[in-house]
């Protein structure tokens, strides 16, 4: 396997790899103990779902639909194509085997990925901000949702107290805002009112470049 093996997860959460792939990412996931979280995750999210209730869309949706697609411009037909030869077979010697194209594991991690960042999106936090892959994600047009913010988070750390301070801001704001400058959407969960009220108010401070690259390095560094 590659060094994208850690990107496999939302493949396996789904059952979407073939037996090589899922022999060794299960050899890889007894020792990595963050696929094995991200991987929990994800079912508890696919289990979730399958628990929701059907609802019934109000009648004026159907309205609503036919009158948008009416707005778009048809594309125009697409001009007869002249049929090609087929290819030469590639023969280079003979006795040698000519290897199959296998099909990209990147290809199945990226379908699993987005059908479950549809519904419930990924666990992230600056300790887990795998740069790389959310410009991936960004470049299809996937908006990201990140769960979990605090408890991925070391809450603790004297990092987000120091940037906090600056801007007189809790640890909590500094890890929302950083998520919301990265585009990512964040859903912080909280039952106290106070903190609710807290968490909602992000829009008032922008993190600097600087801070954003500090709390970016933090990406799997050990917890205070």
Avoid at 49 to 56: F, I, P, R, W, Y
Wanted: net charge negative; glycine share 6%.
């Amino acid at each position: 396997m590659t060094a994208d093996i850690h990107s496999l997860s939302g493949a396996y959460a789904v059952d979407a790899l073939d037996d090589t792939e899922r022999a060794d990412f299960e050899r890889h996931l007894a020792e990595c103990p963050e696929c094995r979280a991200e991987v929990a995750s994800l079912r508890e999210t696919a289990a979730g779902l399958s628990a929701l209730t059907q609802t019934t869309p109000p009648a004026s949706m159907r309205d609503a639909v036919l009158a948008g697609v009416r707005t778009v411009r048809p594309l125009p037909p697409l001009p007869p194509q002249t049929p090609q030869a087929p290819e030469a077979p590639d023969v280079r010697a003979v006795g040698q085997v000519v290897p199959l194209r296998r099909r990209p594991a990147v290809w199945f991690a990226g379908l699993a990925a987005a059908a479950l960042l549809v519904v419930g999106g990924l666990a992230w936090s600056p300790w887990q901000h795998q740069a790389q892959r959310l410009a991936e994600q960004q470049e299809r047009g996937i908006v990201l949702e990140g769960y979990s913010p605090f408890k991925r988070s070391d809450m603790r750390s004297p990092i987000l107290a120091d940037i906090g301070a600056a801007h007189r801001r809790t640890p909590a704001q500094v890890v929302l805002r950083w998520h919301l400058q990265h585009g990512i959407v964040v859903i912080p969960k909280s039952v106290t009112p106070d903190r609710i009220r807290e968490n909602l108010d992000v829009d008032g401070f922008r993190l600097t470049d600087e801070e954003m690259s500090t709390l970016d390095g933090l990406y799997m560094k050990p917890w205070s």
